[in-house]
Nanobody, 123 residues
Framework: QVQLVESGGGLVQAGGSLRLSCAAS????????MAWFRQAPGKEREFVAAISWGNNKYYADSMEGRFTISRDNAANTMYLQMNSLKPEDTAVYYCAASTVPALSQSDWAYDYWGQGTQVTVSS
């Protein structure tokens, strides 16, 4: 049973930075693609960034240049460094892991999900 636990969320002023972590347990995910999604109040869940088991990275257009996804396979952990945060980045951020070989921005491709961590950006 794979478990994903996010941490690192919080309240930050616009222009600030946060680093989210996603710790996996149950089995190693070094051969799995992983991703971050987010969901703001009243909105659908949206793709943020994904990283393949081979370290290829893919970002949503609005996040590229501000967010950086990374992983530490030895620690079975994925990260999301978020810089230049904007109020519209306020959301619950979820990490996810996939058993699908191709890197995807679709949430249906991800089998395992964390419980989410709240990020709030004040103006």
């Amino acid at each position: 049973q794979v478990q994903l636990v996010e941490s690192g969320g919080g309240l930050v002023q616009a222009g600030g930075s946060l680093r989210l972590s996603c710790a996996a347990s149950g089995r190693t995910l070094s051969r799995n693609n992983m991703a971050w999604f987010r969901q703001a109040p009243g909105k659908e869940r949206e793709f943020v960034a994904a990283i393949s088991w081979g370290n290829n990275k893919y970002y949503a257009d609005s996040m590229e240049g501000r967010f950086t996804i990374s992983r530490d396979n030895a620690a079975n952990t994925m990260y999301l460094q978020m810089n230049s945060l904007k109020p519209e980045d306020t959301a619950v951020y979820y990490c996810a892991a996939s058993t699908v070989p191709a890197l995807s921005q679709s949430d249906w491709a991800y089998d395992y999900w964390g419980q989410g961590t709240q990020v709030t950006v004040s103006s």
